[in-house]
Structure formats: structure tokens, C-alpha cells
């Protein structure tokens, strides 16, 4: 005997929604610019004689500025995927 309910069958008629809309993508590309942002200011400083020591690795753009913009980018990506989406 083959037994069928209609609680297995799943229901077609709904229409199958994503989890995320096109303004949650729009937040997630803004969010890995800043990251991207801030590991590109990170970049560079360096000494081409490894003999000689450089200050400019120590400047406010890289150890200030990037940082920021790296820990920014992660929020805005925590807040589009946590973004409900409006019905």
C-alpha cells in the first residue's frame, strides 16, 4: 500500500522567494569594497634596501585608517545579510 499526504508534497502554487533581494546584494558589494578598500591603504611602506628601516610603515593610513575601513566593511556585511527583506 502506498500511503500520501499532503503534508509531504510540497506546495507549488507559492512563489519561491530568495533569501536575499537585490538590495542585500547592493550591501554586499559595498561592504567587500570597504574591505577591499581598507587591505589595499594596508599595502606598501616597505624599504627596498632591507638594511635600511622605514617610518613609512608606520603612518596613519595604515595603522589607523584601513583597520576602519576593514572592521566597517565587515559590519555593513553582517548587516545585509542579517537585512530582512520588505514585503
Known amino acids: ?5 499532503k503534508a509531504s508534497t510540497p506546495d507549488l502554487s507559492k512563489k519561491q522567494a530568495f533569501a536575499f533581494t537585490r538590495e542585500n546584494y547592493k550591501w554586499v558589494l559595498i561592504g567587500l569594497a570597504f574591505i ?6 594596508m599595502i606598501g611602506g616597505g624599504s627596498d634596501n ?3 628601516f622605514s617610518d613609512k610603515i608606520f ?3 595604515r595603522w589607523t585608517l584601513a583597520p576602519m575601513l576593514v572592521l566597517a566593511g565587515y559590519a555593513i556585511e ?3 545579510i542579517m537585512k530582512k527583506p520588505k514585503e
Do not use: C, E, H, R
Open 36 to 41: 577591499a578598500a581598507g587591505f589595499i591603504l
Open 78 to 80: 553582517i548587516y545585509a
Open 50 to 52: 632591507p638594511d635600511v
Open 1 to 5: 500500500m502506498k500511503s500520501t499526504s
Open 59 to 61: 603612518n596613519f593610513q
